[in-house]
């Protein structure tokens, strides 16, 4: 290989993986402070936020495609105005996207299936926020309160997930943590990230302080 082709080709290599890396630090995401931190996890107080949710009946592998685009078609303009009126029937608004986005385990009516969530702009609140032509979008408040989190990064699988869901719980137990409810994830990153930079967490919600 020529010198100055490779050369070349390292350099735009490493121009990609800082605008990938940098990318995802300019999108807003929820308010938290971190209250405690340990090798292994760290205690985060989250503020209340709103989200856009969806939910789909299927393995978690599986179920990711129609989930998303159900929410990026939401936030991309497949809603109307919460101001549109007769003289202005079929305004929509594009948003900006955030991070991250999270799905959970949930049972309904049907069920078990998973629910994806998409966090909206702080910009927004109950009344601004577009309304949804898809009636699969919901639009909700996620309550704050105090969550424990593990950080690692690589490729998003169920069973990746359920790894981590262990070593957080087991940390946790040791630690003499209750947990409220089933495990979220959350992915910081789109697909075309390098896995080593990819910023995913295992995140549970935890019983109030006594």
Known sequence: MDLNWGTSLLSFRFVLILLVANTVSAYEEPEYEVLQQTDE?????????????????????????????????????????????????????????????????????????????????????????????????????????RFAVLRYRGRITEERFKKYVELLKTSLERDGLATIGEPISAVYNGPFTLPMLRRNEVMFRLASAK
Do not use: C, H, W
Request: hydrophobic content about 30%; proline content about 3%.
């Open 41 to 145: 996890y760290e205690i985060r107080q989250y503020a209340s936020y709103l989200v856009a949710e969806t939910r789909v009946s299927g393995d978690f592998d599986r179920t990711g495609n129609a989930a998303f685009r159900r929410l990026a078609g939401y936030i991309f303009g497949d809603n109307r105005s919460s101001t549109s009126n007769e003289a202005n029937a079929a305004a929509s608004v594009s948003m900006n996207m955030t991070v991250p986005v999270t799905r959970q385990k949930v049972e309904g009516e049907e069920g078990r299936s998973t629910v994806y969530r998409f966090v909206m702009e702080r910009a927004y609140d109950t009344e601004s926020l577009p309304v949804p032509n898809d009636e699969r979008v919901k639009l909700t408040e996620e309550k704050g309160g």
